[in-house]
């Protein structure tokens, strides 16, 4: 067996307690990050960022003259989350005990995520490095410049979720004009350059969907042939036997058919689709009344880009826009289609539910050509000796194809499920390296709890400060003989102290819901330890189906190749 992941639990036992080196007596290293979300030529250039820590390092570190400095510099990247080339090559080093300090011109240099900086924070001071924002005079090594960096970072974070809301507003309003914003192009459309506008005093152009003859004719076969025949799996397979691959040339699968039916830029936009769209919670761009059943829907938002790949966000959240393009499936038809797609999935989990009562790799169980292998049953007199039904995994793709597409030999069911589970077995001992790392990530979780009740009582201390400041212009405003100007002046302060009190207040609320969240946490790693100790006994007991559901917990996939088989832990990133 091979290809062991690495269990999520690890990989974040390993970033909160990583083991600590011992200072050496040789060569002092100081590392420099800097990073620009792109080039503007202005005065907080990476090298202007660099330039001023070389400056601060040389002024107040001792020794620093004999230090060796280490500049990584991300030029062009957001600091929205950590996946920057330059700043995870600083990590490694540091993590190797490479590092006596950090310095960086600004906090959210390192980036605007909170989650993302406590996490450093934490993993800088287990390895004994003092961490020194030069901008905000914070240093890590005393415990008031680890509590208000800590509380820096909430409005760094802040910063950021306004400007996403402000890149909301402007989607929205660019939604309105019914352009098409770019990204690839749906089958059956081209991106058609209309017009220039003018845009911040700026000549640019603007695109909208234009029809594509070749391509259309597939859209429209694509809904009637699922409408007549209801079922994904009956067109990709028409698609396979006469070997139509999609615009890029790859190989039709249910998953770009089923994207294809229920992208509504097929949709026209008539009274059926926008009454669907608004039941469904859409942000309509446009009134009923404007739903003439002639020009298509154009729908943004349907995802979010996560860490490292997209996520489908609710319907809630979708922005729903009249566009320009000429519409190709009437509401009415549209809607069945999704109401089908809805029904078969409903379907089809009852089915893998209730019918398969044998095999446990069913809907984890990869072919090496990237489809799911399901079982194949033999004669109900063949069975293991410990009296199961034997049974083998198969390639589906390999069967429609007869063998043309994919000729994986076929893997006994019985053994592989039963080495499969052999694996995990090793993971569940409470000696194991999983049960040490859930202790450790149960005390990491456990230390975090004091950052947090210094963060309150200081967002405590400057709410009654900026209270008192409240108080005190009110008395101001009402002595006599003042201007309308200084009393419309004081109000405006009075008005922007409210407010800034009213953002601390939710912070506060948030730090209680961190709290909560702790103690849930180390609820639920107690649960983990205590089930790993009688683990294998409990699993034996399960039904076939309970097993099942218990793999999917602990297993993202299992890949047969025809000669190995693959295991990859939910988690990790590779297999052998």
Known sequence: MKGRGIHPFMLLSCSLAVVQHAYKEKTMNIFIYSRKSKWTGRGDSVENQVQMCRDYIERNIPGA?????????????????????????????????NCS????????????NIIDIASMVEELNNLKVSFISIKENFDTSTPLGKTMLYIAGIFAQMEREQIAE????????????GRWLGGNTPLGFVSEKEERVMIDDKVKSSFRLAENNQEMPVVHFIFQEFLEKQSLAKVVEYFLKNDIKTKRGKEYTTTTVRDILMNPVYCTADQAAYDYFENLGCQMCFSRNEADGIHGLIAFARTSSVVYSNKNNPPEEWIIALGKHRGQIAGEDFIR???????????????????????????????????????????????????ERKFSYICPYKDKTHGEKCDVVNVPGNDLDQIVCK?????????????????QLKNAIGNDKTEVVDGQELIRRAVHEKEKSI????????????????IAHIDDEIAKLSRECMELQKKLGSYEKEKDSSDNQIDQVDLLVSELKSFKKMFQKLSVPQK??????????????????????CGSHSAG
């Open 423 to 439: 694996e995990l077995f090793r993971y569940a001992q409470p000696d194991s390296q999983v049960g040490q790392m859930l202790q």
């Open 65 to 97: 003259d004999k230090a060796e400095i280490c500049v990584f510099e991300d030029e062009g990247y957001s600091g929205k989350n950590t996946k920057r080339p330059e700043f995870q090559n600083m990590m490694q080093k540091i993590r190797k005990g």
């Open 471 to 486: 108080e005190n212009l009110i008395a101001t405003v009402a002595q006599p003989g003042r201007s309308p100007e200084f």
């Open 337 to 387: 289609v999704q109401k089908l797609i809805e029904s078969n999935s409903s379907k089809a989990e009852s089915y893998h539910k209730v019918r398969n009562e044998v095999a446990l790799l069913s809907g984890i169980l990869y072919c090496k050509c990237g489809h799911a292998m399901r079982p194949k049953y033999y004669n109900v007199k063949q069975v293991t000796k410990e009296g």
């Open 166 to 177: 402000r890149v909301r507003d402007n989607m929205m309003m660019l939604a309105r004009s």
């Open 548 to 569: 099942r559901e218990y793999l999917r917990l602990l297993i993202d996939k299992v890949i047969w190749d025809g000669e190995n088989a693959h295991i990859f832990i």
């Open 101 to 112: 300090y950090l310095v960086c011109y600004k906090l959210d240099r390192m980036g605007r």
